[in-house]
């Protein structure tokens, strides 16, 4: 990474490395990563639990230590300096932080106190994030009866209120309503705009796709791919047909073959009752699946085409969707 590069980095690793003890195994749940997040964006860390992005989110904010390479957040090193680190971030974790008896405005005085802040200053800055984040209706109720997308945004406000450079939320969305997933997306689009860096972990394909300026997928504690949504996608090309049919599962994989020795197909995969297949051809693809549906006497219930996914791109790079990915893994860390 070049030296102009790191300064255009309100975070940045170079060969980010960690492994914990499991019994007598010795597990490597961060692999060398290396990462730039840029000022001022909205940085997607996505992959499936266990992958190592809570791990390494935790190291970033000094709640673990690095074994070996390098980091910085916001111009600070995080190995040598982690008190100046931890003054300089913000941090929302999955469980949360407010005290749940008081206010949301109680939550807020206390927390500026905390950080050195005079009575008067905390106060407008109570004020100030109470109108960002939209906690004026229930500000001044206890905590303890917010839904949990008002929490959330309590939360939110609580990691902002000393001002920090950096903002790491670690699956902020986990658990919310779509009604509220979409309000605290919002926000965070907000705070961005005031221009402080939000870092987030999510495997929340549709959040990262919506909320991201750019992403890297990390699987097995490596980054396998980085850039923005739209450029990730652009990489695989094409489009995705999915044909539903009625076929019972024993004749689902020699239809798969007979699709996939298609011309315009370049990918084909059995996915419970449907077929996916990937193309660069649209037009000339559904023709050539008509014809063999047809010549094949297979019942077709549905079939629809849609563009690239960001979860097209982690099955490319991983070779598994991220709902596979995920199944039966704990992040080692927690």
């Not at 935790?58 to 040598?80: C, F, K, N, S």
């Not at 939209?134 to 939110?156: H, I, K």
């Not at 919002?186 to 705009?193: C, G, N, P, W």
């Not at 791919?225 to 995705?240: D, F, S, V, W, Y």
């Amino acid at each position: 990474m070049g030296a102009q590069q790191e300064t255009d980095c309100a975070v940045s690793t170079t060969g980010l490395r960690k492994s914990f003890s499991i019994g007598r195994k010795r597990v490597e749940a961060v692999c060398g990563v290396n990462l730039c997040v840029g000022r001022g964006e909205i940085f997607g860390f996505l992959g499936p639990n266990g992958a190592g992005k809570t791990t390494t989110l935790r190291m970033l904010a000094t709640l673990l230590q690095i074994d070996e390479g390098e980091a910085i957040v916001a111009g600070v090193d995080v190995r040598r300096r982690p008190g100046d680190v931890r003054r300089r971030i913000g941090y929302v974790g999955q469980l949360g932080g407010a005290d749940l008896p008081a206010t949301g405005r109680e939550n807020l005085m206390l927390q500026g106190r905390l950080y050195g802040a005079s009575k008067a200053e905390t106060s407008r800055r109570a004020d100030e994030l109470i109108e960002l984040l939209a906690l004026g209706d229930f500000a001044d109720r206890s905590a303890r009866t917010y839904s949990g997308g008002q929490r959330r945004r309590l939360e939110v406000a609580l990691g902002i209120m000393h001002r920090p450079d950096v903002l790491f939320l670690d699956e902020p969305t986990t658990g919310l309503d779509p009604q509220n997933r979409a309000n605290l997306w919002d926000q965070l689009r907000a705070l961005r705009s005031t221009g402080t860096t939000i870092f987030l972990t999510t495997h929340n394909l549709e959040e990262a796709d919506a909320l991201a300026d750019r992403v890297a997928i990390i699987d097995h504690g490596t980054v396998v791919a980085e850039g923005t949504p739209l450029e990730l996608k652009r990489q695989i090309g094409g489009g995705m047909f999915v044909v539903y049919t009625g076929l019972p599962p024993s004749e689902m994989e020699s239809l798969r073959t007979a699709l996939a020795g298609l011309e315009p197909i370049s990918e084909a995969r059995v996915d419970g009752a449907a077929v996916r297949l990937r193309t660069d051809n649209g037009r000339a693809a559904m023709s050539a699946i008509a014809r063999v549906l047809e010549s094949r006497n297979v019942p077709l219930a549905a079939l629809s085409l849609s563009e690239a996914s960001l979860g097209d791109v982690f099955l490319q790079q991983t070779g598994r969707p991220l709902r596979d990915a995920g199944q039966n893994i704990t992040e080692i860390s927690r």
